[in-house]
Each structure stands twice: as structure tokens, then as C-alpha cells.
């Protein structure tokens, strides 16, 4: 039982270009979460998905797609990198809606140049 | 609208010392949920507690408190003589019951000194 697994762990991009940020649960979690953390703030809620097929925007979805097409996985993509997205990305599950716990996952590290 | 305060970004105390984190939250809900996570130097987010609004019990495990106060809508954290693995970033946290999100405060980062 793996639990939350990010991949990769740490991403250096140019300006504009793409990619994709893996996450993966193993504990048949129907609720996942992409968060983002900057130096020095707490998580910020990017996107949210209730179930495969089902997903909706937080906080601060600008500039970040997401998929869910299986209970396994959901990606995080973004399009046209810019500087801005220079963070830390943490996924995370739960069971059940909002109030359960969160697991999370390790993280990662993308810079943006 | 939901918010979460911890008003103290940084804290250093000698090891063995008594610490308390605190955090302060806003609500309109009845229904609400509060959590601690800490992050360690290693980066990952560890869960430490939940409490749900209609549970004001203080609550103890080990040497970690929590002490919930719905009066002055306060979830302080407190640590008893603490030591150096206790040093993290310490998150507060705060969801709605109709809500599907957690909201996280900015975090406090312990540093316990030997």
C-alpha cells in the first residue's frame, strides 16, 4: 500500500513550455486534490475531483488543467509555464468529502526559469 | 467565507521547553472541521488531528494537546517538552461540512533548539 505517490519529484522547466505532474492513490480514495505551496504560505487548492470524471476549480486554477478519467489518477497539467508556477505541488486523497482526512503525498518541486 | 490565522510565522524555543501554536479560524458554518498537519523538514505534510465543531474536548496524545475553544473560534496547538524532531512547519486547517475543500492557514515554523 503505496498511498499518495507523485512523480515527478522535482521539474525544471523553460518559460512556456508543458507538462504534466503525476499523482497516483492506491487506497481507492474517491476525493483527490491538487494544491500548490509557495516559499513561506500555506496550501493553496488548485483543483478538486469528487470521483472519475468529476472535476472542479479552488482557489487559484489559473494556468492548470486536470483529468480524472480512473479512481487511480489524477494528473495535473500545465500548459505554458511561467515563472509564477515556480512551487511546491502536493496531491492528496481522501474517502470521503472535505472534512475527512487528507493524505498527501511527497510533493513536487518545480522551478520555473 | 472560510479563513484560517496563524499569526505566528516563526517560533524558536530551547528543547524541552513548552510550546503553543496557535490558530485562530472563521467560519459561518455550524458544521465544521478543523485539522493540524505538520511538515518537517522533509517536506511531507503528516495529518495530526481532526476535530469536528460540535467536539470542545481538549484533546491529548502523548505530548502533543490540542485545546479548542469555539468562544474565541481558536484550535491552539501545544507541544510539552519538546525536542529537536519536533521542528516542522506546522499547518492549521479548517473545512465546512458542505464544503468538499480544506482550507490551510500559512503555517507556523517551529524550531526547537538543543
Known amino acids: 500500500n503505496a498511498g499518495v505517490t507523485q512523480t515527478p519529484k522535482f521539474r525544471i522547466l523553460k518559460i512556456g513550455q508543458s507538462m504534466t505532474l503525476q499523482c497516483t492513490q492506491d487506497?481507492?480514495?474517491?476525493?483527490m486534490y491538487w494544491y500548490r505551496q509557495d516559499p513561506g504560505m500555506g496550501l493553496k487548492l488548485i483543483y478538486y475531483?469528487?470521483?472519475?470524471?468529476?472535476?472542479d476549480k479552488g482557489e487559484v486554477p489559473n494556468g492548470y488543467n486536470v483529468s480524472r478519467s480512473t479512481t487511480e489518477d489524477f494528473p495535473l497539467r500545465l500548459e505554458l509555464a511561467a515563472p509564477s508556477q515556480t512551487s511546491v505541488y502536493f496531491c492528496?486523497?481522501?474517502?470521503?468529502?472535505?472534512?475527512?482526512?487528507?493524505?498527501f503525498g511527497p510533493g513536487t518541486r518545480l522551478l520555473v526559469l | 467565507a472560510q479563513k484560517v490565522t496563524q499569526a505566528q510565522t516563526e517560533i524558536s524555543v530551547v528543547e524541552k521547553e513548552d510550546v503553543t501554536l496557535d490558530c485562530v479560524y472563521e467560519t459561518r458554518d455550524t458544521t465544521y472541521y478543523l485539522f493540524w498537519y505538520k511538515q518537517p523538514p522533509s517536506g511531507e505534510l503528516v495529518f495530526l488531528i481532526r476535530r469536528n465543531s460540535f467536539d470542545e474536548q481538549n484533546e491529548i496524545s502523548g505530548r502533543y494537546s490540542w485545546n479548542f475553544q469555539k468562544s474565541t473560534s481558536s484550535f491552539n496547538f501545544t507541544i510539552t517538552a519538546s525536542q529537536v524532531v519536533d521542528s516542522a512547519v506546522y499547518f492549521c486547517?479548517?473545512?465546512?461540512?458542505?464544503?468538499?475543500?480544506?482550507?490551510f492557514g500559512k503555517g507556523t515554523r517551529l524550531h526547537i533548539l538543543p
Open positions: 486547517a479548517l473545512s465546512e461540512a458542505r464544503d468538499d475543500k480544506i482550507i
Open positions: 492528496a486523497s481522501s474517502y470521503l468529502r472535505g472534512p475527512e482526512t487528507q493524505y
Open positions: 475531483s469528487v470521483g472519475a470524471g468529476i472535476t
Open positions: 487506497m481507492n480514495h474517491n476525493y
